[in-house]
């Protein structure tokens, strides 16, 4: 599984390339990590990490997948970058446009499905087109009702992060 953490200013690419039980291999911006990772409460947990430990308690935060992160001597918070935030971001921000709705696809995938042309009237909350990224199928709605004024891919087309697929007009 791969996300992004972000941390203040700084954002990482983090993927998990293994686990068995407790033992982690990851990939921190290309930098790979052997841990041992246990649960030892709920929200705390004890890492192994070149023969030193250290203990960590995550703290959810209001909003989707944020933490303060305590450890021994620090505080931070973090945020957790996947593509179902990504996704739910992209969502939030077409819904605050009162004339247009631009969908664009928060991470690289595939066109699996299109379910509309250009010229179609849609409803809030109807299927517009389905990508498929990081073995997960993702459903993009329409945030309200109006007419699709542009489709800017196919099925079956590759598309890239922040690419535009299809325009909503909210006339």
């Known amino acids: 599984m791969s996300y992004q953490v972000k941390l203040k200013d700084r954002v990482a690419h983090v993927e998990i390339l293994s686990r068995q039980k407790e033992q982690l291999l990851v990939s921190v911006d290309g930098k790979e990590y052997a841990l041992d990772f246990v649960k030892i409460g709920k929200g ?9 430990s250290f203990n960590v308690e995550l703290i959810p935060i209001n909003g989707i997948k944020k933490y303060d992160v305590n450890t021994f001597k620090n505080s931070f918070e973090v945020e957790i970058i996947d593509a179902e935030s990504k996704y739910l971001a992209s969502r939030k921000q077409a819904q605050e446009s009162d004339d247009e709705a631009v969908i664009t696809s928060p991470i690289p995938g595939k066109v699996v499905k299109l379910f509309v042309e250009k010229g179609d009237a849609v409803e809030a909350g109807q299927t517009i087109l389905v990508i498929s990224a990081m073995k997960m199928e993702s459903e993009f709605k329409a945030p309200k009702a109006g007419v699709v004024s542009a489709v800017n891919v196919s099925e079956g087309q590759n598309v890239d992060s922040r690419q535009e697929l299809v325009i909503i007009d909210f006339h």
């Open 44 to 52: 705390s947990y004890s890492i192994l990490y070149q023969n030193k």
